[in-house]
């Protein structure tokens, strides 16, 4: 399969303008809809508009679907109804959803109405479920035959849905009540004896995904049974729909990425915005929160301005004590996420996780604070800085390990997303108790002598 | 199907020191091979052995591959070579090669010895490439069929083929020189007539894998065209092997938490490490190089000794001036690693994605100086230290963020893996920037007045 080149995007662009169809589609055809879809991210909404047509509805369907959400819906305003219901009816139900949870209110209802009244069903089912479900993942469409089907009653089954169903990949098999209670695969229907008995030769341990379950989940299903496709069931285990591998994958980048830019400070919704405005709309408050906190800290540094008055040099390592914290303090915590995100972290071993977090910690502090005092005695040639700078990084890098692997852990345990709290919460409050131990060591120290 | 339950454990344990291995059978019977890997897990080595060997040769050889390598390594040591043979014999052909790779020298030497040396072959084969390669990735075993044959032809070797591939999605087609040349789906041997040639029916856009490619690219591909397998090729087209899109799902956690890694300052190994005393290895070098990047920091600071013992005020907003510089420099580093992982950063528009940057920077920095220039005033009535607050965190934003940005993607541009930089090294660097910065003002407007 051809990949697009840089030179393709200008080509198509030059094809359009001189009204030159017959190449324009020599250029197309060979591509897949996704690169089809990256070119006509690069025109002009007329020009994309007669890419579009001349793509014929089911290619032009396709290249919908992998159009970034606001290209889709600004292109679909300049279709008419007719044009957006041929599209829709094109699409598996999922994707046909999505579509149309992306429309102004009005065009929705007149897309609507203009639908069969069967796919309009479907999709007003799945636009009662949550986005982040397995019913919001799912399609309706799948392969399914009777338990008292034979194996060519199942062939003949598959072959009138061959248009509907994309990439089948099971026949699942329900009993009398739509109840799942086995499957098959494709290969069987080449392998075994067309007269066969399907209840006979099904495969009766099926991994089904109940229909209310989080796509975080249902992602970490996937990934531990190796399959490419599962089926969904209601409460009453009846089938509903499936979903397949490629959505899995979208949403392990989602997640994925929603994880990181919780670290970051910042939400998902940041990546594919074009506004600087609103990227700084969805940092700032992340930002405030960090920033209150360090303003909270100033105000904490004010109580020791005597001691730093007395001997400046205490402000010199204020950074280091300061980002030290951070850095421990992170490290704890986003090791703790992303072993929750992996489900990985045993909420009956979170005693022993923050154990190993604080003899790391200990660790750690042995290594730095000599590192830490062969600096300030070779520097200054003072050694009571350098144990009192010493003992306050091994208090500090305690208390903010302590800290990072705890909260998440915890957080996780009352339910709540852990990966919000990675970011410059834990930071800023291991900045400020940091600073603290530090000076508070110090101004005991000066006392004292 | 069924799940375990945190009692299953308990029973397993129980069922195999009473030496009840009927209601063993019975107990792990309806398990899939991952959930009696996590049983497994929790057990005694010689009851590990006990359950492995009540399992059967295919459903041990399953169940191994679930297991994490330190403890299969431990369990294939207290097997007989013959033992690890026919477990190694039913395993596709990556499996295998990742089983072998894991055993000691000598073991794999006799291993290798007993087995037939067609399967010999295939895993020298496959050990030669890169771990992180399509190579490394893909099995040699899949379905192909000469482009002249007929459907019937082709369902005839699936049949021979059926027990050695396990899921095949598509077959393969090739030419007279082994060169790929076009896929058929498994329903195509359903649904067309058997004595049509595979040429006339084939599907001639095939997207395929080269052997070397590095598996996030490959991940990226199965993302970008929502394939479930895809066919590896060498520099001459010829088919060679075929990935899985379960295998991808393991790359892409892999990649992501890799990722997350270095954010944190450490790295992918400290992910079921055991040892406190290893982890605490991989995190040392990254603190490390943070602790030393403060350590200048502290020498600095020093430059600016009298400016601080004159007005001690300005040592209060160094934490606040360091940590928005650190995490602004953050939040510009890890979109942009972010958006170069999920392939959306294009080399042509770094220039505009820095410019995107800056802004956000330019209006962040409007909000956050005018915040902290009331809570100046609000605290010590003093609108110069206010506008010099105001001043130097503007500046500290924009080279923080301008330096967040463009280090990604220049190390992108030069082919280094851009994660290794959003860690400690952008925030150490911009905390010391940050502050130099801030002092340098202050110093000047200490002098002119």
């Given at each position: 399969m051809e990949r697009i080149r840089p030179e393709d995007i200008d080509r198509a662009r030059a094809l359009i303008d001189a009204g030159d169809y017959a190449a324009l589609d020599a250029l197309l055809e060979p591509l897949h809809s996704a690169d089809v879809a990256d070119i006509l991210g690069e025109l002009e909404i007329d020009q994309q508009r007669v890419c579009l047509k001349r793509l014929g509805t089911e290619r032009a369907a396709e290249v919908l679907t992998e159009l970034d959400s606001k290209s889709g819906q600004a292109l679909l305003q300049l279709l008419s109804d007719r044009e957006v219901v041929d599209l829709i009816e094109e699409l598996p139900s999922d994707d046909a959803a999505d579509l149309i949870s992306n429309l102004p209110a009005a065009k929705t209802e007149r897309i609507e109405a203009l639908l069969p009244s069967e796919d309009r069903d479907d999709i007003h089912e799945l636009l009662e479920f949550g986005p982040e479900t397995a019913g919001g993942l799912m399609q309706v469409e799948h392969v399914w035959v009777h338990e008292d089907a034979t194996i060519q009653d199942a062939i003949d089954f598959v072959r009138r849905m061959a248009e509907e169903v994309?990439?089948?990949q099971r026949v699942y098999v329900v009993n009398a009540n739509e109840q799942l209670v086995g499957v098959l695969s494709i290969m069987d229907l080449v392998l075994k004896a067309p007269d066969i008995r399907v209840r006979d030769v099904m495969e009766r341990n099926v991994v089904s995904v109940p229909v209310d379950m989080d796509q975080e989940q249902v992602a970490a299903l996937f990934s531990r049974y190796d399959e490419f496709s599962m089926p969904v069931v209601d409460a009453e285990q009846r089938l509903v729909g499936r979903i397949t591998v490629d959505d899995i994958i979208d949403v392990m980048e989602e997640e994925a990425t929603e994880d990181i830019s919780h670290i970051a400070g910042t939400?998902?919704?940041?990546?594919?915005?074009?506004?600087f405005v609103r990227v700084s709309g969805i940092r700032l408050p992340w930002l405030i929160m960090g920033f209150v906190g360090e303003m909270v800290g100033a105000f904490v540094m004010s109580r020791y301005q005597a001691s730093i008055a007395t001997f400046?040099?205490?402000?010199?390592f204020i950074p280091l004590i300061v980002a030290t914290a951070g850095n421990h303090g992170m490290q704890a915590a986003i090791v703790a996420v992303r072993e929750i995100a992996l489900g990985q972290a045993s909420l009956v071993h979170v005693g022993r996780r923050i154990l190993k977090e604080m003899q790391v910690a200990f660790l750690n502090s042995v290594v730095l604070g000599l590192l830490l005092f062969s600096f300030v005695y070779l520097w200054r040639h003072d050694t009571a800085l350098g144990v009192l700078l010493w003992g306050s990084l091994t208090l500090t890098i305690l208390v903010a390990s302590l800290i990072g692997a705890a909260v998440p852990l915890l957080l996780h345990r009352w339910r709540?997303?852990?990966?919000?709290?990675?970011?410059p919460f834990i930071t800023v409050s291991n900045d400020v108790i940091g600073m603290a131990i530090y000076l508070t060591l110090a101004t005991a120290y000066l006392k004292s002598h």
């Open positions: 994309e990439n089948p939400s998902d919704e940041e990546f594919g915005e074009t506004s400046v040099v205490l402000a010199f709540v997303d852990p990966a919000v709290a990675t970011g």
